[in-house]
């Protein structure tokens, strides 16, 4: 769910500064010099909108003088020169008036790439700036410089440098939070923050894609302080973003979450020729609605379905009130780096609703968890996954639930894809359970992924919200044959999809499992 638009950052309402804190900070900004800048002198080109966030930002401070703003989540789309505003921030904490004796500003991000991005910017500020080119010392070969008198330093630091604990920053600029594939850095510099007395953390970033990684639990919990969910004082969202039902399309909702078009900046003939293009491109279409107006990309370039339509399938499922129905099984087995999932699905009504158990092995679970960017050792701990012992998953223990689920319920098929599950289809046929097969080439899977996708629009996949699932649906990239056929694939090479790959062949034997046929004789195609 996205905010309104903060009005305030563009219109005529009063901004507290009872001490003139805020007046101080623009006033140095506005004295430093940007080598790029087309203004006399290479001034500092400070937008109306802008001055009036770093007012927000330094103004509103408490009865004994300290800011009340702890930390300023900026959420703005490229090109509206967030990078430069964070840099001048940073030199506001190392040579103007928010610098402290020993001070250390730093700016965060994902790769040394990126962290030269804002420290260049800064640096080139400094150098064109003669009052701090005097006193600054430039050490641009380690990514950073001080201000030697005074003992107040600004660092650049990334994810792949290595471990950056010991850090006592009283001012730190996160820079694209969405490109950040572990949550290290973040936790090292939050963690560093409340050591010193007044500190400012100010993250400033694009959308990202995904829901399971730190940035969005950043932006998602500004969210919630902006609509008044959560009373955090200390929290300033300023978030610029689009509704994903939005017109990607209309011009108005550019200008809202651009504050910057009213300033010339990013260009809008540049943007028009960008959305010309993206009307034919569908990747080019997700990267514009991204990158350009803070569409929160939930899924891949190439998404089975929006995963706000997904979403309306968040309904309870009622286990108790299905005890006795008839049930039909999907599972997709994996051995090291996949999960393994169990799909049960129901019919309810002219839809399905479906209980979801996912299994991966236990060893090396918080490698798992970095390496794929999501929180496995939070979901094991809530239930939503069950570790297995070792360093492959043990299918005993999914052996034992299909079991369980046979004795609760009225199973009448259990769909697996032969590959790697022979020894367990034997076990269970062994055990007298209906186990047939169900192969993922075009001619079997294209037919189930059919029928859930009617599901999934109509709102007819009742899933109760399960986290893991819905992630695997967001990681799908599908592939269009030229009948139209589609398939299910992975987004990245490191995203799990097993759960919707899981979902698809349960939902296809229910969808026919009332009527006796198969899913593929309706399609002229060889039954499993």
Same mark, same amino acid.
Request: proline share 5%; glycine share 8%.
């Given at each position: &769910?996205?905010?309104?638009?903060?009005? !305030?950052?563009?219109?005529?309402?009063?901004?507290?500064?009872?001490?003139?804190?805020?007046?101080?900070?623009?006033?140095?900004?506005?004295?430093?010099?940007?080598?790029?800048?087309?203004?006399?002198?290479?001034?500092?080109?400070?937008?109306?909108?802008?001055?009036?966030?770093?007012?927000?930002?330094?103004?509103?401070?408490?009865?004994?003088?300290?800011?009340?703003?702890?930390?300023?989540?900026?959420?703005?789309?490229?090109?509206?020169?967030?990078?430069?505003?964070?840099?001048?921030?940073?030199?506001?904490?190392?040579?103007?008036?928010?610098?402290?004796?020993?001070?250390?500003?730093?700016?965060?991000?994902?790769?040394?790439?990126?962290?030269?991005?804002?420290?260049?910017?800064?640096?080139?500020?400094?150098?064109?700036?003669?009052?701090?080119?005097?006193?600054?010392?430039?050490?641009?070969?380690?990514?950073?410089?001080?201000?030697?008198?005074?003992?107040?330093?600004?660092?650049?630091?990334?994810?792949?440098?290595?471990?950056?604990?010991?850090?006592?920053?009283?001012?730190?600029?996160?820079?694209?939070?969405?490109?950040?594939?572990?949550?290290?850095?973040?936790?090292?510099?939050?963690?560093?923050?409340?050591?010193?007395?007044?500190?400012?953390?100010?993250?400033?970033?694009?959308?990202?894609?995904?829901?399971?990684?730190?940035?969005?639990?950043?932006?998602?919990?500004?969210?919630?302080?902006?609509?008044?969910?959560?009373?955090?004082?200390?929290?300033?969202?300023?978030?610029?973003?689009?509704?994903? @039902?939005?017109?990607?399309?209309?011009?108005?909702?550019?200008?809202?979450?651009?504050?910057?078009?009213?300033?010339?900046?990013?260009?809008?003939?540049?943007?028009?020729?960008?959305?010309?293009?993206?009307?034919?491109?569908?990747?080019?279409?997700?990267?514009?609605?991204?990158?350009?107006?803070? &569409?929160?990309?939930?899924?891949?370039?190439?998404?089975?379905?929006?995963?706000?339509?997904?979403?309306?399938?968040?309904?309870?499922?009622?286990?108790?009130?299905?005890?006795?129905?008839?049930? !039909?099984?999907?599972?997709?087995?994996?051995?090291?780096?996949?999960?393994?999932?169990?799909?049960?699905? !129901?019919?309810?009504?002219?839809?399905?609703?479906?209980?979801?158990?996912?299994?991966?092995?236990?060893?090396?679970?918080?490698?798992?968890?970095?390496?794929?960017?999501?929180?496995?050792?939070?979901?094991?701990?809530?239930?939503?996954?069950?570790?297995?012992?070792?360093?492959?998953?043990?299918?005993?223990?999914?052996?034992?639930?299909?079991?369980?689920?046979?004795?609760?319920?009225?199973?009448?098929?259990?769909?697996?894809?032969?590959?790697?599950?022979?020894?367990?289809?034997?076990?269970?046929?062994?055990?007298?359970?209906?186990?047939?097969?169900?192969?993922?080439?075009?001619?079997?899977?294209?037919?189930?992924?059919? @029928?859930? @996708?009617?599901?999934?629009?109509?709102?007819?996949?009742?899933?109760?919200?399960?986290?893991?699932?819905?992630?695997?649906?967001?990681?799908?990239?599908?592939?269009?044959?030229?009948?139209?056929?589609?398939?299910?694939?992975?987004?990245?090479?490191?995203?799990?999809?097993?759960?919707?790959?899981?979902?698809? &062949?349960?939902?296809?034997?229910?969808?026919?499992?009332?009527?006796?046929?198969?899913?593929?004789?309706?399609?002229?195609?060889?039954?499993?």
């Amino acid at each position: &769910m996205t905010t309104p638009t903060p009005t !305030w950052v563009c219109d005529d309402s009063a901004i507290p500064d009872p001490l003139g804190y805020g007046e101080r900070a623009v006033k140095f900004i506005k004295a430093l010099k940007h080598p790029k800048s087309t203004a006399p002198g290479r001034a500092f080109q400070l937008a109306r909108w802008q001055e009036r966030i770093v007012r927000r930002i330094y103004g509103d401070v408490d009865a004994n003088g300290k800011r009340r703003v702890r930390h300023a989540v900026i959420l703005l789309p490229r090109g509206n020169r967030k990078t430069s505003l964070g840099a001048a921030l940073g030199l506001l904490h190392t040579f103007g008036p928010e610098k402290v004796p020993l001070g250390e500003a730093v700016v965060g991000a994902s790769d040394q790439k990126q962290a030269s991005i804002a420290f260049d910017e800064a640096i080139g500020i400094v150098e064109a700036t003669k009052g701090l080119a005097r006193v600054a010392k430039l050490r641009p070969s380690i990514k950073t410089f001080s201000y030697p008198t005074k003992g107040a330093k600004f660092e650049a630091l990334s994810s792949d440098a290595g471990t950056q604990h010991g850090r006592t920053p009283n001012f730190a600029l996160v820079d694209e939070l969405h490109a950040h594939k572990s949550r290290d850095l973040w936790d090292v510099i939050r963690t560093g923050l409340v050591k010193v007395p007044n500190s400012l953390m100010l993250t400033i970033t694009t959308a990202g894609r995904g829901t399971e990684n730190v940035a969005y639990e950043a932006i998602d919990y500004a969210r919630k302080v902006a609509r008044g969910e959560i009373d955090d004082l200390a929290t300033l969202p300023i978030l610029f973003e689009a509704d994903p @039902e939005e017109d990607w399309r209309d011009e108005s909702v550019w200008h809202r979450v651009n504050p910057g078009l009213a300033d010339g900046f990013p260009d809008i003939e540049g943007l028009r020729q960008l959305a010309r293009e993206a009307a034919e491109k569908p990747a080019d279409r997700e990267a514009f609605k991204q990158l350009h107006l803070n &569409m929160w990309g939930e899924h891949s370039h190439a998404p089975f379905v929006e995963m706000h339509v997904y979403d309306r399938g968040n309904v309870t499922v009622d286990l108790e009130a299905l005890r006795g129905q008839p049930c !039909w099984i999907g599972v997709d087995l994996s051995s090291t780096t996949d999960l393994t999932a169990v799909i049960a699905a !129901w019919r309810v009504g002219d839809g399905y609703a479906v209980k979801s158990w996912f299994y991966c092995p236990a060893e090396n679970l918080t490698a798992r968890s970095q390496r794929d960017g999501v929180p496995y050792l939070e979901w094991a701990a809530q239930g939503f996954i069950e570790p297995t012992p070792g360093n492959v998953v043990d299918y005993d223990h999914v052996e034992r639930r299909i079991c369980e689920l046979s004795e609760e319920f009225d199973v009448r098929e259990i769909a697996f894809d032969p590959h790697l599950a022979r020894q367990t289809m034997n076990n269970l046929q062994a055990k007298g359970l209906p186990v047939v097969e169900f192969r993922q080439g075009w001619l079997t899977m294209a037919p189930a992924v059919m @029928e859930l @996708e009617r599901a999934v629009i109509a709102g007819r996949f009742h899933h109760a919200g399960n986290p893991i699932l819905r992630w695997h649906f967001g990681n799908i990239a599908v592939v269009t044959d030229a009948a139209g056929n589609k398939s299910f694939h992975k987004a990245k090479s490191a995203d799990r999809i097993d759960g919707a790959v899981a979902s698809a &062949m349960a939902v296809a034997r229910a969808s026919q499992g009332n009527t006796g046929r198969s899913v593929y004789e309706d399609r002229g195609l060889l039954i499993i």
